[in-house]
T-cell receptor, first 112, second 114 residues
């Protein structure tokens, strides 16, 4: 079983709609969760981090964390074509202070 | 302020050849990382360095060596390249020594081993 799982997609969403990306993780003691965005052929960049149960909003982005159910999600409101990218979920590893465990990513396509 | 830079951007090697991937950051960060990214898989940590003079193995260190030359530079060496090492390699850095610090990535090196 993969430690961090994401639907590979592609997830196709109309421009202006809400895109919902999900991530599940297996390590119950994980404390920190991250969403990175990666454009095709480029490097990952951090969008959001979340550490506590509930919602965290930053502009058009909302991260949601549910530790009891072991999932974290990312909502993108008013989706724009520029949001088309692969979104990577990363979770802290229980045995290391330095290592993140990464999902394989969900490819998001925003259709004009 | 260039952030994290990597050289080369592309490289083709034959099986058994060696090479060193270079990484440098100008953000005065303490921690540096080397990852590989393969299709359908998440980023996997090869080695990391929490501070100048220290290095530690990550998830997939076999076949690689690293050197933290100084605070700015962290190199990755393949002593005898194998086709299984065909991948995109990313270097990253973060300000602190904890995993919750934002990691800033370089542009990547696309390596093909024939």
């Amino acid at each position: 079983q993969k430690e961090v799982e994401q639907n590979s997609g592609p997830l196709s969403v109309p421009e202006g709609a809400i895109a919902s990306l999900n991530c599940t993780y297996s390590d119950r003691v994980s404390q920190s969760f991250f969403w990175y965005r990666q454009y095709s052929g480029k490097s990952p960049e951090l969008i959001m981090s979340i550490y506590s149960n509930g919602d965290k909003e930053d502009g058009r982005f909302t991260a949601q964390l549910n530790k009891a159910s072991q999932y974290v999600s990312l909502l993108i409101r008013d989706s724009q074509p520029s949001d088309s990218a692969t979104y990577l979920c990363a979770v802290t590893h229980m045995d290391s202070n330095y290592q993140l465990i990464w999902g394989a990513g969900t490819k998001l396509i925003i259709k004009p | 302020n260039a952030g994290v830079t990597q050289t080369p951007k592309f490289q083709v090697l034959k099986t058994g050849q060696s090479m060193t991937l270079q990484c440098a950051q100008d953000m005065n960060h303490n921690s540096m990382y080397w990852y590989r990214q393969d299709p359908g898989m998440g980023l996997r940590l090869i080695y990391y360095s929490a501070s100048e003079g220290t290095t530690d193995k990550g998830e997939v260190p076999n076949g690689y060596n690293v050197s933290r030359l100084n605070k700015r530079e962290f190199s990755l060496r393949l002593e005898s390249a194998a086709p299984s090492q065909t991948s995109v390699y990313f270097c990253a850095s973060s300000a602190g020594t904890g995993v919750t610090d934002t990691q800033y990535f370089g542009p990547g090196t696309r390596l093909t081993v024939l």
